[in-house]
């Protein structure tokens, strides 16, 4: 197992350096949609897996590695094929690579938050992205299937904790399951968790990847839209994590591109759409041919139409 990979590209993180401190699969939950298939076992308890001083040492010669490749390098995360802060020695591995000089980011499935030492260690970085997929305890058990002795009131608790002390950028991942959690009765109350926790970007994702469970379904763009509105409409600053990655949201002189690449993070409105063609010295025409391409959907919600990006869209 490669401790440190990359650096891959990422939306949220630009060119981020990964590292894997937890080898596969440790994990308190076993969720139904996990890339990396069930969990065996689920732990809640804290413990070593790698020397602090190994995991630096590997980090920082990746890192010489790809510089030397003329490569940059916007963050090191914490991003293993299992739950991050089950490492004991996280803080001490947090330390040994702050001389390094790159920010650190962590992305935690949050559900050890409840405990003052995990929260502590989540301190020591720059940016943090914390799970939750609802605020319903039923329903968590059925989509993260957690660990028995966890309680989600304790998770959501110790997350408003954080963030009323965090000091960098604090965001949350939301995987929406069709008929799990892409209702509005699950969605609005989980985005008004987030808004008052203090949350500050919110992150809708959808399964890329084949899941643990088969009959796990990604939702439809309808459903997509109506989530993001949900999200925005609450207070949140929200983005889709869609599977398209690529691309600056700025105008390119390129069209399609620049709709392809907003409509894969935000669903937009037809008179922003018509804005952006004007801009571009284009008409709707290019959207029309885009969805009747596949490419976009269109979709009604609260009375208006928006655009969506259709997720098999390269
Ligand atoms: S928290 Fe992450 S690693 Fe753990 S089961 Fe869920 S998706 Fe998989």
Redesign the pocket.
């Known amino acids: 197992m490669d401790i440190a990979f990359g650096p891959v590209p990422s939306r949220r993180l630009g060119r981020s350096l990964g590292i894997n401190n937890i080898p596969p699969?440790h994990?308190?939950?076993?969720?139904v949609?996990?890339?990396?298939g069930a969990?065996p076992l689920q732990e809640i308890t804290p413990r070593c897996f790698m020397p602090p001083a190994l995991i630096a040492e590997q980090v920082s010669q990746r890192l010489e590695a790809v510089r030397a490749h003329g490569e940059a390098v916007d963050y090191l995360t914490f991003v293993?094929?299992?739950?991050p802060t089950l490492d004991i020695n996280l803080a001490s591995t947090i330390e040994a690579l702050r001389p390094l000089g790159v920010p650190i980011a962590i992305i935690s499935?949050a559900?050890l938050i409840s405990l003052p030492t995990v929260r502590e260690t989540l301190q020591l970085v720059d940016w943090v992205s914390l799970?939750v997929d609802c605020v319903d305890e039923a329903l968590w058990r059925q989509i993260?299937?957690p660990h028995p002795d966890l309680k989600l009131s304790e998770i959501l608790e110790g997350i408003a904790i954080f963030a009323r002390t965090f000091q960098g950028m604090l965001v949350s991942e939301t995987?929406l399951l069709a008929e799990f959690n892409d209702g509005p009765e699950v969605l609005r109350p989980t985005a008004r968790f987030l808004r008052n926790a203090g949350i500050h970007r919110a992150y809708l994702s959808i399964p890329h990847r084949p899941p643990?469970v088969r009959d796990v379904r990604v939702p439809d763009e309808t459903a997509i839209t109506r989530a993001h509105q949900i999200f925005v409409e609450t207070g949140l600053e929200t983005e889709l994590l869609s599977a398209y990655e690529g691309d600056s949201f700025a105008f390119s002189g390129d069209l399609r591109r620049d709709i392809l690449a907003v409509t894969a993070v935000h669903p937009m409105r037809a008179s922003a759409l018509r804005s952006l063609t004007e801009k571009s010295g284009g008409t709707m025409a290019t959207v029309q041919a885009m969805v009747a391409a596949g490419e976009l959907k269109a979709v009604e919600y609260a009375g208006e139409t928006f655009y969506v990006r259709r997720q098999t869209a390269t």
């Open positions: 699969k994990c308190s939950y076993s969720c949609y996990c890339q990396v969990t293993p094929d299992g739950e499935n559900s799970k993260n299937r995987m643990a």
